[in-house]
């Protein structure tokens, strides 16, 4: 589920299919391609653990939601807005 994720988060990032011919010997040697500068190593770090070939090494749910990156995100999503 994880792998699938990873790839559509790739894929909104970079406006690009991470499964490019160029691409998919990449990712079978645990290489992701890179996502444009503009966007942060945490996220860069987030898409890479959840498209690791061993799926057994990619992050769970609970990983996921204890991350850095992701739990600053979720917390600005629970804030109430200013009235």
């Known amino acids: 589920m994880y792998g699938l994720l990873g790839c559509c988060m790739y894929e909104i990032a970079t406006l690009e299919y991470i499964f490019a011919a160029q691409n998919m010997q990449k990712l079978v040697k645990g290489k992701i391609p890179s996502i ?4 942060s190593v ?3 770090n987030i898409i890479s653990s959840m498209l ?3 799926p057994d090494k990619r992050p769970s749910v609970t990983e996921l939601l204890l991350n850095d990156f992701i739990r600053k ?3 600005l999503f629970l804030q ?3 009235i």
């Open 36 to 39: 444009p500068k503009k966007y």
């Open 42 to 44: 945490g996220l860069f």
């Open 80 to 82: 109430e807005p200013p």
């Open 52 to 54: 690791d070939p061993d």
């Open 73 to 75: 995100f979720i917390i």
